[in-house]
T-cell receptor, first 110, second 118 residues
Framework: DAKTTQPNSMESNEEEPVHLPCNHS???????IHWYRQLPSQGPEYVIH???SNVNNRMASLAIAEDRKSSTLILHRATLRDAAVYYC???????????FGSGTKLNVKP | GAVVSQHPSRVICKSGTSVKIECRSL??????MFWYRQFPKQSLMLMAT?????????EQGVEKDKFLINHASLTLSTLTVTSAHPEDSSFYIC??????????????FGQGTRLTVV
């Protein structure tokens, strides 16, 4: 899988929006951009994914750059329960596997 | 959404013994499952791909005789850590997808198994 780069950690205040960036400059045309998060001592949880267009769901929004070399996960109103490690992963059409990068640890302050 | 369940969630075993971890897809059939391990404060590392009815494929550097994987049915994969040692202590996580060949579908993860070898 193509490599992704994320900041090691970010901090946010409760009830404020959070923008989590991800760089994937070597993305190919068939790679989907997936985001997962992992709460302490739990398995990862699906957040959102997209290919080219921006995506919204009940958890978050995904903004994808026009050249697809970067994306941003947007949590519209952070809560304490959103404190987790967020992983940005590229999913190739021809491969079945997920390779995790180092992720961004999000700390939410009350 | 689809659910993947792991058992046990936590296990302590003595050095030299073997431990089996189960991964079940509860409401879908999974021809392929994946096993990860995660050390404290590190990311998930893919260990192997479990294929129903055939041999598992292991990532480079993972000992297949040490980590035995069996995928005997469409809803169950097991990981056996053989002759466990303290350095095998880790958080083991399985994953499955209900439509594995579609890249635009999500993966589902188990809740993880905390293995401690004493």
């Amino acid at each position: 899988d193509a490599k992704t780069t994320q900041p090691n950690s970010m901090e946010s205040n409760e009830e404020e929006p959070v923008h989590l960036p991800c760089n994937h400059s070597t993305i190919s045309g068939t790679d989907y951009i997936h985001w997962y998060r992992q709460l302490p001592s739990q398995g990862p949880e699906y957040v959102i994914h997209g290919l080219t267009s921006n995506v919204n769901n009940r958890m978050a929004s995904l903004a994808i750059a026009e050249d697809r070399k970067s994306s941003t996960l947007i949590l519209h109103r952070a809560t304490l329960r959103d404190a987790a490690v967020y992983y940005c992963i590229l999913r190739d059409y021809n491969f079945n596997k997920f390779y995790f990068g180092s992720g961004t640890k999000l700390n939410v302050k009350p | 959404g689809a659910v993947v369940s792991q058992h046990p969630s936590r296990v302590i075993c003595k050095s030299g013994t073997s431990v089996k971890i189960e991964c079940r897809s509860l409401d879908f059939q999974a021809t392929t499952m994946f096993w990860y391990r995660q050390f404290p404060k590190q990311s998930l590392m893919l260990m192997a791909t479990s294929n129903e009815g055939s041999k598992a494929t292991y990532e480079q550097g993972v000992e297949k005789d040490k980590f035995l994987i069996n995928h005997a049915s469409l809803t169950l994969s097991t990981l056996t850590v053989t002759s466990a040692h303290p350095e095998d202590s880790s958080f083991y996580i399985c994953s499955a997808r209900d439509r594995p060949l579609a890249p635009n579908t999500e993966a589902f993860f188990g809740q993880g198994t905390r293995l401690t070898v004493v």
